[in-house]
């Protein structure tokens, strides 16, 4: 950590410094070091601990996920290299222990972190450090630091499907619901074989004003952005093909193949709206990926001035005629 | 070998016994013999159903003078028929051949813990008279999908034998099976008087199955789903059970993901005047379950679908129903359970049976400590009280913003106390209570949880007659669950789950290892544990030591050394079932519960710290014994690491529908 050493005494909690700018340091740091192939294993990574365990499954992670790891192993380096047993959790202020996060980042400011840090090369703390891993992967003495946020592992907590997807329903109506970019690490646990997926990925979609419908593949989109996208692509050329022909057949090249944006949020001229497994038609958007996923039946895209008269009406059995 | 299945050592009196064929003939005759003896037995089955006539007149002092032990056989066999316990039956059965053979006819229900232990055509070769059956299959961790689909515990093969052996059979039971549809067909049409059909955590068919077995068994008491996987076919089963008045008494299918035909489930309830207990899916709304609760107002167990209008009820703005009556309307529920996706505003509706209940299931709903408390207050009785606690921010989306993330946590500290308040309104009114359980709504592992060590002292202080505790949260000290141990003396079950992986005591840092030392050396009586948090050897050590009466043992990210392990293999006579992972446990751990692997029904390691050679010297030296390495892919091992490691005893060595990332290892 080259620049702590250059500072010597100054304080850990220029965290904000660590944050920025040793990110790369700390990369440099890794390419030097590692040499055999053990402490290949034990050296210090940007990246959960045992990145190579294929149970960790990171493929499926966004970058927003792998961020936030980067953040929190940052942050708990600098902590590990100033305390030296387990008993003092505090260094992790990511963690819950708030109260005490506080004073313990105080009593650390007079400690050089630098030399600390090189210490963590030492097998203990590197043991340390990764003591989340699967031991298969490291020694682990267990009463030694624990890293804060870590990666999610299959099978934990041990919560059987079942209530982890209801936990998922009845979330999406809390106020502080998660985003859908939280499903990637929800996924982990869902079982392999059973997700809550759907026999028939297909699902047909229609748009007002076109009378050719579609189907699409959801297996193959993980969020609604990428949906949004897809379905842009599946109509644009179509309903440019409409107003054509709308409009007499004369091509203006000019209006040709306007994109088809904003079908989420309402801001665009249609909006896409999906018929679940009861019957019931929703917008889409509001639950997570997954759950749209496994209880949506159909979509549409309706005209965005359509879509309030329809919540008044809720006549549902008209729009699905076709 | 002291427990060596096989060969058990019993004394002989064949000298005494008359010759083989004339025992076959004299079966009847202890049957007629049996039956003059008076009134239908009760024990261990049910044959007061049998069709045996009891009018042929027995000549018993023909056969005395000849065979003085047949009145020997014929008394024992009246006496085992009380024995209902399996242990004591077990026990009885190793008295003496003839005790052998009179426990073989009379046992009526057949429990085998782990299917792969012995065959179908054992089974049925030993035990000619069974009426119900228990079976359990794969081992619990294959729950939280440490076990690829398709390792096995099939019921296919079970049916087949059972259907041909027993045509009495009323009961089967299957926990953690794998059944398809062509199984429930099977077993629909071959057995006339099947009564009771349970399934928990089953899975592998659809409501074709289902509808086989509501429209063939007749005589159809009991159909219980429970945290079963059943894919929709789109078969509307409940229109197909028979018409007219119905055997029915427990409907359960709350787990059952599908849209039902609600008429036909109106209509079914209506002629089903022995339903006790009913149990509905989240495709039932509140409106709908009044129609039915009206219907059946001597429900005992009532598990509520979605405790909520459906859309179209609230568009019609159609007065509401009285839910207050029809809650007061069932004096006899004890039972309350379901509340899926609840609206609040409908809780209140539940008050008036709140003083007779004896278990309550909250563990779907939710609602905050205010919307508990009031329920809560007025449950005295309540024994069983499971929950499910909502974490209110997800603090995950504020990373970046590390100064917001340290204010929150300073709020979140005070927020934490919300829900163990609602524990605290717990402890103070449900002096009764024996189990709780305490879910997070939101499995994560950083994110606060709203109980902590305040709830459960509160619980320990105000529930002393508490038997089984599963406790997940976020943290926990060492004097919570202290006080514990020496609060709840009663207890049986202890299952407390740190969901932060090695955490210690937030408190004083320490590992967790007193509190849990202090439950195994005070609770005299538990015979279940399963331990989290931050843990050493020397936690395992207490457990060791003090855990004598411990069966079932459960372990994740734990322990220093390999000491921990032995000290429980060495420690713990009692123990049936380990199941341990994430955990740094070698093999020469493994090696010293060579003395006691036969005792076991099983032992789950994965991701710990077994070689294959290590598991390879196991299986040499234990015949009997079936070493499965489980990978959780195709691909060879690369690793020396084996990743899971799952042994069972069983007289059948390796088994022959082991899937391919399955190597039996002998």
Not at chain 1, 60 to 66: A, F, I, P, V
Not at chain 2, 95 to 114: D, M, P, Q, Y
Not at chain 2, 358 to 385: E, M
Request: glycine share 6%.
């Amino acid at each position: 950590m080259e620049g702590c050493s250059k500072t010597g005494e100054q304080a850990c909690p220029q965290l904000l410094d660590l944050m920025a700018k040793e990110r790369r340091e700390w990369r440099v740091m890794r390419d030097g070091e590692a040499s055999s192939s053990e402490e290949k294993k034990l050296e210090l990574r940007l990246g959960p601990p045992g990145g190579e365990d294929k149970r960790w499954s990171l493929k499926d992670s966004t970058n927003r996920e792998r961020d936030a790891h980067h953040h929190q192993y940052l942050l708990s380096l600098g902590y590990f290299s100033s305390t030296n047993n387990s008993n003092n959790n505090g260094f992790s202020f990511l963690h819950h222990h708030s109260s005490r996060s506080l004073p313990v980042m105080a009593k650390e400011s007079s400690q050089p972190c630098c030399t600390k840090v090189a210490d963590l090369q030492s097998p203990a703390e590197k043991k340390a450090f990764l003591s989340s891993a699967p031991a298969k992967n490291t020694a682990v003495p267990n009463s030694s630091q624990k890293r804060t946020a870590p990666a999610p592992v299959v099978g934990w907590p041990p919560i059987r499907s079942f209530r982890k997807n209801l936990a998922g329903a009845s979330a999406s109506k809390l106020p502080a619901s998660e985003s859908p970019n939280d499903v990637p690490s929800k996924t982990v646990n869902e079982k392999p074989a059973h997700e809550p997926g759907r026999k028939n990925p297909f699902v047909k979609i229609n748009m007002d004003g076109v009378p050719i419908g579609r189907k699409v593949d959801l297996n193959a989109y993980d969020s609604y952005e990428k949906l949004s996208a897809a379905v842009d692509e599946l109509f644009r050329g179509l309903l440019a093909a409409q107003r054509d022909s709308s409009a007499g057949g004369i091509v203006n090249k000019q209006e040709e193949e306007k994109a088809i944006t904003g079908v989420l949020d309402g801001s665009g001229e249609y909006t896409l709206v999906y018929e679940d497994n009861e019957g019931d038609r929703m917008l889409v958007g509001d639950v997570p990926w997954h759950m749209f996923v496994s209880t949506v039946k159909r979509l549409r895209l309706l005209k965005s001035s359509e879509v309030s008269a329809l919540s008044r009406e809720k006549c549902k059995t008209r729009y699905w005629l076709d | 070998m002291r427990q060596d299945l096989t060969v058990q050592q019993m004394s002989e009196d064949d000298d005494r016994s008359p010759p083989l064929d004339l025992r076959c003939g004299a079966a009847p005759s202890i049957n007629r013999a049996r039956n003059c003896s008076g009134e239908a037995v009760s024990g261990s089955g049910s044959s007061t159903s049998s069709s045996i006539p009891a009018s042929v007149p027995v000549t018993v002092t023909e056969y005395q003078s000849q065979y003085p032990d047949q009145v020997l056989e014929i008394v024992l066999e009246n006496v085992l028929q009380f024995l209902t316990s399996r242990r004591d039956r077990n026990a009885a059965s190793l008295v003496c051949k003839s005790w052998w053979r009179a426990e073989a006819l009379t046992r009526s229900e057949l429990f085998i813990g782990n299917c792969y232990a012995v065959s179908p055509d054992r089974a049925r070769g030993r035990f000619r008279r069974v009426r119900s059956v228990v079976l359990k299959g794969k081992p619990r961790f294959a729950d939280f999908n440490l076990m690829p689909p398709d390792w096995g515990a099939h019921f296919g093969p079970w049916v087949c034998v059972l259907a041909n052996a027993y045509p009495w059979l009323e009961k089967v039971y299957l926990k953690r099976m794998s059944i398809t549809d062509d199984d429930l067909a099977l077993l629909a049409e071959s057995f006339s008087g099947f009564k009771e059909l349970t399934l928990v955590c089953c899975e592998g068919f659809g409501t074709c199955g289902l509808a086989f077995i509501a429209s063939k068994c007749r005589q159809l008491r009991v159909l219980d789903l429970i945290e079963t996987e059943v894919t929709d076919d789109e078969v509307d089963w409940i229109s197909l059970f028979p018409e007219g008045e119905t055997c029915l008494e427990s409907l359960i299918f709350d787990c059952v993901d599908c849209a039902i035909n609600f008429e036909a489930l109106e209509k079914l309830v209506a002629r089903s005047p022995f339903l006790r207990k009913l149990r509905l899916n989240r495709h039932v709304s509140i409106r709908q379950l009044y129609r039915l609760m009206v219907r059946a107002p001597q429900l005992t167990h009532l598990g509520t679908g979605k405790y909520g209008p459906s859309e179209v009820a609230q568009r019609q703005g159609d007065t509401e129903p009285d839910y207050i009556a029809a809650f007061a309307a069932c004096k006899s529920l004890v039972c309350l359970s379901g509340f899926r996706e609840i609206t609040p505003d409908y809780l209140s509706a539940i008050y008036p049976v709140c003083a007779n209940l004896t278990s309550l299931n909250f563990s779907y709903a939710t609602i905050t400590a205010d919307q508990l408390k009031p329920v809560i207050c007025n449950c005295h009785k309540l024994q069983i009280f499971w929950v499910g606690v909502p974490c209110v921010i997800d603090y995950q989306c504020f990373e970046e913003i590390w100064v917001l993330k340290l204010i929150l946590a300073v709020i979140m500290q005070a927020l934490d106390s919300i829900c163990d308040e609602g524990l605290q309104a717990v402890a103070a009114t449900c002096k009764e209570l024996r189990e709780l359980r305490v879910f997070p709504m939101n499995a994560q592992e950083d994110v606060e949880g709203p109980v902590s060590e305040v709830g459960l002292q509160a619980i320990s202080e105000g529930c002393r007659k508490l038997q089984s505790i599963l406790y997940f949260c976020q943290r926990m000290t060492n004097a919570a669950v202290i006080a514990m141990s020496s609060n709840c003396l009663e207890l049986e079950v202890f299952r407390l789950c740190i969901m932060g992986r090695h955490r210690p005591d937030h408190a004083t840092g320490e590992p967790m290892d007193e509190g849990f030392g202090a439950i195994v050396r005070n609770c005299r009586k538990l015979t279940r544990l399963a331990v989290s948090g931050l843990l050493t050897d020397r936690a395992f050590g207490y457990i060791g030591k003090y855990g004598k009466l411990i069966r079932t043992l459960s372990v994740a990210f734990a322990g220093d050394s390999d000491m921990g392990l032995k000290y429980v293999l060495e420690g713990c006579p009692k123990l049936q079932k380990l199941e341990i992972r994430d955990s740094p446990f070698g093999d020469a751990a493994l090696r010293s519960g060579l003395h006691h692997y036969y005792n076991m029904r099983f032992l789950w390691m994965s991701s710990c710290r077994l070689t294959r050679q290590g598991c390879q010297e196991i299986a040499q030296a234990m015949p009997r014994l079936v070493v499965e390495v489980i990978r959780s892919d195709d691909e060879e091992e690369t690793d020396n690491y084996v990743e899971t490691l799952y042994m069972y005893r069983s007289l059948e060595g390796p088994r022959h529908d082991a899937p391919k990332f399955v190597t039996i290892l002998r």
